[in-house]
């Protein structure tokens, strides 16, 4: 019983790393996208005079996936901010509880309160299919405005990934907990 539940929690986290890390990488090549898109701006506005609302818009759209979306890449890889002075030293099972408890009480905490606060301004932007203010601009706003309820969901399943990591080795035997988690950073 106690293997088979600890195989479970173990593709559970597997299945959220990978998810993560997919998502991660395809954003990832967003920033490219938002080069790109900056250049031609800069390109069109200085050397032909010419001016797009729409492609001013797409920087915000695009920054806006790339940070939002990115973020359970980022807690999945650990690249959240933390007091590394007392953090770094710990023993695996500290870090364990550290990791835990933190998720427990902030993240998750977080999580929730961003995605109740935002459902209601997400679903009357998607009532109406809101759209620019500007003559010209992206008739998507309650597109870009779904990521704020995307970056809590995709950031708390993480976050759970991560609490069941803890978990697993707050509850492993001692031994096997030193030797096989070795902070490779």
């Known amino acids: 019983m106690q293997q088979a539940r600890q195989a479970f929690m173990q593709s559970f986290i597997n299945g959220v790393d990978r998810f993560s890390e997919l998502l991660g990488r395809s954003i990832s090549w967003l920033t490219l996208a938002l080069v790109l898109v900056t250049f031609v701006i800069v390109v069109l506005r200085y050397l032909f005079n010419i001016g797009s609302i729409a492609m001013q818009e797409s920087l915000l759209y695009l920054h806006s996936l790339i940070f939002l979306m990115g ?30 408890l933190g998720t427990l009480l902030l993240l998750i905490p977080f999580c929730l309160f961003i995605f109740s606060i935002s459902w209601q301004y997400v679903a009357s932007a998607w009532s109406y299919h809101e759209g620019s203010r500007e003559a ?38 001692k031994n096997q907990v030193n030797s096989a988690s070795v902070d490779t950073r």
Not at 82 to 92: G, L, Q
Not at 140 to 168: C, D, E, H, R
């Open 71 to 100: 973020a359970a890449y980022t807690l999945s890889h650990e690249g959240h901010v933390r007091v590394d002075i007392f953090y770094r030293p710990m023993s695996v099972r500290k870090k364990a509880w550290v990791d835990l």
């Open 136 to 173: 010209g601009g992206l008739d998507a706003i309650y597109i870009l405005k779904t990521l704020l309820l995307l970056m809590p969901a995709t950031l708390l399943l993480q976050g759970l990934a991560q609490a069941t990591k803890s978990l697993l080795i707050i509850t492993g035997p």
